[in-house]
């Protein structure tokens, strides 16, 4: 997600994440320069990687990797995992942008986690977040995605491709929540 842009990072940043994946990925490996140039984009997100020479990013992302080189596989993956779960959308589904259709139509990022529903801004700002407490119903069709909201009374509604894996991401949450709630129930 860190190449996807969904989690914006700062450029120090997504070069130590950079370089924890290639550990990760060739730590048995003695010269990775070849590597990394052909699969450089896979690293570096999207909104980083036009800023500097593919030559600058893998010179920088070597650099910071030959300080990694007592890290073993496991531990850079542990690492890697220890930093992104601190982020505020850790664990959350993303699918592609979609327009809203509702009040002033716009372009949104649909995420869904154990929460509930978060809707991006296509900056991957925050634009909006629903708990599952508060959606009353939500529908999928082959083109669209829809919710309603029992706080705000409103049904939002999405154009989309995505909508039925949207839909069977949120089932497997309830599903998830309720199968927790009987189990707490049946130990209690």
Same mark, same amino acid.
């Given at each position: 997600?860190?190449?996807?842009?969904?989690?914006?990072?700062?450029?120090?940043?997504?070069?130590?994440?950079?370089?924890?994946?290639?550990?990760?990925?060739?730590?048995?490996?003695?010269?990775?320069?070849?590597?990394?140039?052909?699969?450089?984009?896979?690293?570096?997100?999207?909104?980083?990687? %036009?800023?500097?020479?593919?030559?600058? #990013?893998?010179?920088?992302?070597? $650099?910071?990797?030959?300080?990694? /080189? *007592?890290? =073993? !596989?496991?531990?850079?993956?542990?690492?890697?995992?220890?930093?992104?779960?601190?982020?505020?959308?850790?664990?959350?589904?993303?699918?592609?942008?979609?327009?809203?259709?509702?009040?002033?139509?716009?372009?949104?990022?649909?995420?869904?986690?154990?929460?509930?529903?978060?809707?991006?801004?296509?900056?991957?700002?925050?634009?909006?977040?629903? %708990?599952?407490?508060?959606?009353?119903? #939500?529908?999928?069709?082959?083109? $669209?995605?829809?919710?309603?909201? /029992? *706080?705000? =009374? !409103?049904?939002?509604?999405?154009?989309?491709?995505?909508?039925?894996?949207?839909?069977?991401?949120?089932?497997?949450?309830?599903?998830?929540?309720?199968?927790?709630?009987?189990?707490?129930?049946?130990?209690?």
């Amino acid at each position: 997600m860190v190449e996807a842009d969904i989690f914006p990072c700062k450029e120090k940043q997504a070069l130590g994440l950079a370089a924890l994946q290639l550990q990760a990925a060739f730590s048995t490996e003695k010269n990775v320069s070849g590597l990394l140039a052909k699969s450089l984009r896979k690293f570096m997100p999207r909104r980083l990687y %036009p800023t500097r020479t593919p030559e600058e #990013w893998e010179k920088k992302i070597l $650099s910071v990797f030959q300080s990694l /080189s *007592s890290k =073993s !596989e496991d531990e850079a993956r542990a690492e890697y995992i220890r930093i992104v779960q601190n982020w505020p959308f850790y664990g959350t589904t993303f699918f592609s942008e979609c327009k809203m259709t509702n009040k002033k139509p716009q372009v949104v990022i649909i995420g869904v986690n154990e929460e509930g529903i978060v809707l991006l801004k296509k900056s991957g700002e925050l634009f909006s977040a629903f %708990p599952f407490s508060d959606i009353v119903i #939500w529908r999928a069709s082959f083109e $669209s995605f829809e919710f309603e909201c /029992s *706080s705000e =009374s !409103e049904i939002y509604h999405f154009e989309t491709f995505q909508g039925e894996s949207i839909s069977m991401t949120i089932q497997g949450y309830v599903d998830m929540k309720i199968m927790l709630l009987l189990d707490e129930e049946c130990d209690g």
